[in-house]
């Protein structure tokens, strides 16, 4: 069972499970274009649920057919279906992402990069997040990989998994997960520490049969079943699996 941890460990330990990713994966570089608020924050719409490779497939799509995603709150629901229904959860997805779109055109006078940097960080991530279907994640995901905001610390079910099953934090959802830590990310490391836990995530600590042979994290985990031992592995993640992020191709 993780234990609970105070502030100053999560502080520490991040800081200690950030330098040994880098050590393993290196720092990710960004993009020299960061992508459009709102083609960013439909793609992480689309990417709940399913993988980043039908997702990106599913935001494609739609974009071919609608190059300014702002026309796609006057489509019907049942045409946005059909595009994104690669994605999985297209009945559901379609009416969000309509809903999501008309909610934006109602509550900001504009909604680009240039607009919302004016704008204090923690007000963005709270006017994103009243708009149905818009979550911590989804706010958070905004934040880093379109407004480049290197200390906003996206949680999703990977870094959920990592952070609880290392004993790092000690909590059911991934929401509180990411409230729990969001405050202890290093400085200006939210970026970089969020994709290599992603990495570690699918190509190590995988939800089932983790590698634990192979951690580089395993002296400090927690994980009352961590093991040593090599077991066989069937299905094992493809390098371009590991490496395919749908945020950094939008």
């Known amino acids: 069972m993780a234990n609970l941890s105070s502030p100053n460990n999560i502080r520490s330990k991040l800081e200690i499970v950030a330098t040994r990713l880098r050590d393993l994966f290196g720092v ?3 993009k020299s274009t960061l992508p459009d608020p709102l083609d960013l924050l439909i793609a992480t719409i689309l990417s709940q649920n399913t993988n980043d490779v039908n997702s990106h497939r599913a935001f494609v799509n739609l974009k071919n057919a ?3 995603l702002r026309a796609v709150a006057k489509v ?8 994104i229904k690669v994605g999985g959860i297209a009945n559901k997805k379609s009416r969000v992402i309509i809903r ?4 934006i055109e109602n509550r900001f006078k504009k909604f680009d990069r240039r ?12 006017k994103l997040c009243s708009l149905n279907g818009v979550g911590y994640k989804t706010a958070s995901c905004v934040l880093l990989f379109s407004l480049g905001d290197d200390d906003a610390f996206p949680v999703d ?7 609880n099953r290392i004993g790092l ?5 991934a929401d509180k ?5 969001r405050e202890h990310v290093p400085r200006g490391r939210g970026y970089e520490l969020h994709l290599n836990i992603i990495k570690f995530g699918r190509k190590t600590c995988t939800a089932q049969r983790p590698r634990c042979y192979e951690c580089g994290l395993y002296d400090i985990c927690e994980w009352e079943e961590k093991t040593l031992q090599s077991a066989e592995m069937k299905g094992k993640n493809k390098e371009k699996d590991v490496e395919f992020m749908l945020l950094e191709r939008i």
């Open 28 to 30: 990710p570089h960004r």
């Open 66 to 68: 609608y190059p300014d």
């Open 76 to 83: 019907p629901p049942r045409k946005i279906k059909s595009l």
């Open 100 to 103: 999501v779109i008309k909610e």
């Open 115 to 126: 607009s919302l940097k004016k704008i204090d960080k923690d007000e963005i991530a709270e």
């Open 157 to 163: 079910t990977h870094v959920h998994r990592v952070l």
């Open 169 to 173: 934090v000690d909590q059911k959802t």
């Open 177 to 181: 997960t990411f409230l729990t830590v």
